[in-house]
């Protein structure tokens, strides 16, 4: 079932159910990919951003341009664009006329990791909160806008990226035409009462362990079809080829910062909001999947009923999907939800 949570309506519709234009296939066309290294705002930090767009076309309005940015572990590049069935959701997003970017903040992906990250993890305290993500993802937002000529673009942010560009919009709502939070944090039903333990600067994950975490709370007569043939494998292997010093370990181990570890537990694990989603003040969609064990439904509720002064605000859940629904068998259902609300137009208007 597909909820769709209107700040005024309720619709449900079957997953079968057809859509209008904005769930039509996207037909084939060209489009061009360019890789870039961008500066931060502070020194010796690159981040890594990718664009892609029809070929051809040079100018986008605002409305037709967004930026993605990723979660907590793994980099925007290996899920937002990774083929699954020849396209990536960044191709489909693309081949609809958008100039789609994405980021890696630092220490993820081929934006420059920190140098607390070539020591061991216990020889440094967390690293890459989520301030620092957020002043990141700014340095990307406006170098878009220096380069296409426009003064806001649409964002996007996926579990901690969510936080990311919540915080970010919170803070410049000017430079944002549309908020898209996939799967956002909030705070915890039962806060810690525990003291955490001690964190290092980042932490090591397996693919073994990606994988668990992929299909915790699967019903487990639903496993088999969730991924895709092959999904896992080429996420897995892309994303781990990312790191240059995950090789180097038997089984190979990702390295990911840990400054959102620390957030949560300071903040969204401890009953404390990290912003004020009240501060947002632009149209925002939040879209979720019944299956999430990392950022559960009721988080997603909760942070629909914070956004009390977007001028509206949309909240869609999908059914037999978990966290990483974009690379799962319903990817095109949360495509064309998406597209629904990037490509809305006059959406308060009365006919």
């Given at each position: 079932m597909i909820m769709r949570f209107l700040r005024v309506s309720l619709t449900c519709l079957a997953a079968g159910a057809v859509f209008g234009s904005a769930g039509a296939q996207a037909k084939s066309v060209k489009l061009e990919k360019t890789d870039a290294m961008i500066p931060s705002a502070d020194a010796g930090i690159q981040l890594f951003v990718r664009n892609k767009h029809p070929a051809g076309k040079t100018?986008?309005?605002?409305?037709?341009?967004?930026?993605?940015?990723?979660g907590a572990t793994y980099p925007s590049e290996t899920a937002f664009d990774l083929p699954i069935a020849g396209k990536s959701m960044?191709?489909?997003?693309?081949e609809r006329?958008?100039?789609?970017w994405l980021v890696d903040v630092r220490g993820y992906g081929r934006s420059t990791r920190p140098p607390e990250m070539s020591q061991p993890p216990s020889a440094n305290k967390p690293i890459v909160q989520t301030p620092v993500a957020a002043r990141d993802f700014g340095a990307a937002?406006?170098?878009?806008?220096?380069?296409r000529g426009v003064s806001k673009i649409n964002v996007m942010g996926w579990s901690w990226g969510t936080s990311?560009?919540?915080l970010y919009t919170s803070e410049n709502n000017a430079k944002v035409n549309r908020l898209v939070l996939y799967a956002p944090q909030w705070?915890?039903?039962?806060p810690a009462t525990a003291a955490p333990p001690q964190?290092?600067?980042?932490?090591?994950?397996?693919?073994d362990s990606a994988k668990e975490r992929w299909l915790k709370d699967v019903p487990e007569n639903k496993k088999a079809d969730l991924i895709p043939p092959g999904v896992f494998e080429a996420w897995a292997d892309s994303t781990w080829a990312t790191d240059p010093e995950a090789a180097k370990q038997n089984p190979p181990m990702l390295r990911a910062p840990n400054g959102v570890v620390e957030d949560s537990n300071n903040y969204w694990n401890a009953g404390k909001a990290l912003y004020d989603p009240g501060k947002i003040t632009v149209p925002?969609?939040?879209l979720h999947a019944e299956w999430d064990a990392d950022l559960p439904s009721y988080l997603a509720y909760a942070y629909f009923t914070q956004l009390k002064n977007a001028p509206y605000k949309r909240l869609v859940e999908l059914s037999e999907g978990t966290h990483t629904i974009m690379m799962e068998k319903n990817r095109m259902q949360f495509f064309r939800e998406l597209m629904g609300f990037l490509d809305e137009e006059k959406p308060l208007a009365l006919n």
């Open positions: 100018s986008f309005p605002a409305d037709k341009i967004l930026l993605y940015v990723h960044m191709d489909l997003i693309a006329g958008y100039d789609v937002v406006d170098y878009i806008l220096k380069k990311t560009v919540g705070i915890k039903k039962n964190l290092g600067a980042y932490r090591l994950v397996s693919k925002t969609f939040i």
